[in-house]
């Protein structure tokens, strides 16, 4: 119904038009066609003088009226080192174009008025000017040449990777972008500041970005929900995308950069703003203590008046700047920049992926070792164990926390070794050192089979001290079975705990 309505409005229209055109048509003929057309060419110069009048104060005061908004105007000035460099640019080139606009536009509707159809006015014609030719020629040559030579410069400083030697040295922070259909998938590098390798067919439902376990460099690697940055540090992001086009913009840094399947990208760039530093601004106060920029001052959420303000709830934000299919909307992400503290305080609380999620499970390659700071950190755990074992009075037993044994048998896990390992080093160190090793199960099942399921799993860790070098004299094994809980064996966890194998110190 509207489409047929808006289709006879059309039409109607359409023929008051030619009803009009017809009856000036009929006019002129009335009034002599000579005089008519005089008339309306000067009506038409003037009316043109005139637009142009109003076209010109319009584009000033509609740039005036938005500065505000604008990025690289107001509070908008770059919030990078590159950004001020590149709207320092853009101005120039503004500059330039503005000259060159507003005087082409006066030409244009100046000559339409000053040679205007007259009546004995003859048109001139003037067939060549050489020193007009080389006016307009020259100068926008000149200017472009500065224009480039001054753009390129920037350009190139703006657009320069971070020094090769400055990779062991890590004076800034490498962290990866990888665009996906919707969303962004952010890897920082970790404490060895560097960010492992990927393979595109290691991508699995558990290993979103394909990394491989096998690299080290991997293994700290940290997935985060938003972007945190320290001020003042360089920042280098590897972008790259998983499915089609996607564009890493970071407008308030003037960082844009298409992250491209199969062609990893980057930017370089140095935050000089802290969000919190952007927010003032934006909620600055002139002199008489009104708002700079009311706009900003507005409540953040329309229904909530006395909620935060919109300086107040403002974020820096990543963005994907190519329409990459219909949710693209939605790979909007927060971009924080804080203060050196507190972007180390955040980043303490990362944690790393494969730790997190892989570590353990069938995709890690890793299973059956341990990883060289774990077992530093058991070692560390076990002597600290042993020292208060051997300074103690009272209590000298060591219960040996990753000593474990296949279900049901007397068979080691192939990860006890690296705890059976410390016990060898603590023997060869403290060369007084006599043990006993004794093996305790939980109360499930028949007494008398614990029983000999603990003399059986002693004997098995008493063996491979044995292998290992230790000698026999200055051990025994022991089987206690269920007879010496240390916990319930009402809960499954009082059971773990219960089936154990202990050290006691005999002589020291
Ligand atoms: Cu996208």
């Not at 023929?15 to 060419?41: H, K, M, P, T």
Request: with cysteine; glycine share 6%.
């Amino acid at each position: 119904m509207t489409g047929l309505l808006i289709f006879l409005c059309i039409l109607l229209i359409g023929i008051v038009i030619v009803q009009v055109g017809r009856l000036s048509d009929l006019a002129i003929r009335i009034r002599g066609e000579g005089a008519a057309q005089l008339a309306s060419n000067d009506f038409n110069a003037r009316f043109g003088v005139f637009f142009m009048v109003a076209f010109l104060v319009g584009c000033v005061w509609c740039t005036v009226y938005y500065k505000d908004s604008l990025l690289g105007y107001g509070p908008h000035t770059s919030a990078s080192e590159h950004g001020v460099w590149l709207d320092g640019s853009f101005n120039l080139t503004l500059f330039f174009t503005s000259i060159v606009f507003f005087l082409t536009q006066i030409a244009l509707f100046w000559f339409a008025y000053k040679y205007r159809g007259r009546e004995n006015k003859v048109a001139f014609f003037q067939p060549h000017d050489t020193r007009l030719e080389i006016v307009w020629t020259a100068i926008p040559a000149l200017v472009m040449f500065y224009l480039v030579a001054d753009g390129l410069t920037i350009w190139n400083k703006a657009m320069a990777d971070v020094p090769v030697d400055a990779v062991s040295g890590v004076d800034y922070i490498e962290i990866e972008a990888t665009g996906k259909q919707f969303a962004w998938d952010i890897r920082y590098p970790g404490p060895d500041g560097v960010i492992g390798t990927k393979y595109f067919r290691k991508i699995s439902g558990t290993n979103p970005l394909g990394q491989v376990w096998e690299d080290n460099k991997n293994l700290d690697d940290q997935h985060v929900s938003e972007i945190v940055l320290p001020v003042g540090k360089q920042v280098r992001v590897r972008i790259t995308a998983q499915d089609v086009l996607h564009n890493f913009y970071l407008p308030h840094f003037r960082v844009k950069m298409d992250a491209v399947p199969g062609i990893p990208t980057y930017f370089v760039f140095r935050p000089t703003t802290t969000t919190e530093e952007y927010r003032e601004r934006l909620g600055s106060l002139d002199r008489d203590g009104n708002p700079l920029y009311p706009e900003w001052h507005d409540p953040y959420d329309p229904d909530e008046p006395d909620g935060p303000k919109r300086y107040e709830a403002f974020n820096y934000e990543l963005a994907c700047a190519e329409l990459c299919g219909k949710s693209h909307f939605s790979m909007r992400r927060e971009v924080k920049i804080v203060s050196e503290e507190e972007y180390e305080e955040w980043l303490a609380q990362q944690t790393s992926y494969y730790l997190t999620s892989v570590r353990g499970t069938d995709d890690d390659p890793n299973k059956d070792k341990l990883l060289d700071f774990e077992i530093k950190d058991r070692r560390t755990e076990f002597n600290d164990n042993l020292n208060k074992a051997l300074s103690s009075d009272t209590d000298k037993i060591i219960k040996l926390q990753y000593v474990n044994f296949q279900t049901g048998s007397a068979n080691l896990t192939p990860l006890s070794r690296y705890e059976l390992d410390n016990v060898v080093n603590a023997m060869n160190k403290y060369r007084n050192l006599t043990l006993e090793v004794g093996g305790h199960t939980d109360s499930t099942g028949d007494a008398d089979k614990n029983l000999t399921l603990s003399e059986a799993r002693a004997q098995a860790v008493a063996n491979y001290l044995r292998s290992k070098g230790a000698d026999s004299d200055r051990f025994s094994a022991l089987g206690y079975g269920q007879d010496r809980p240390i916990d319930t064996n009402d809960t499954a966890e009082g059971r773990q705990n219960n089936r154990r194998t202990e050290l006691r110190i005999l002589t020291q």
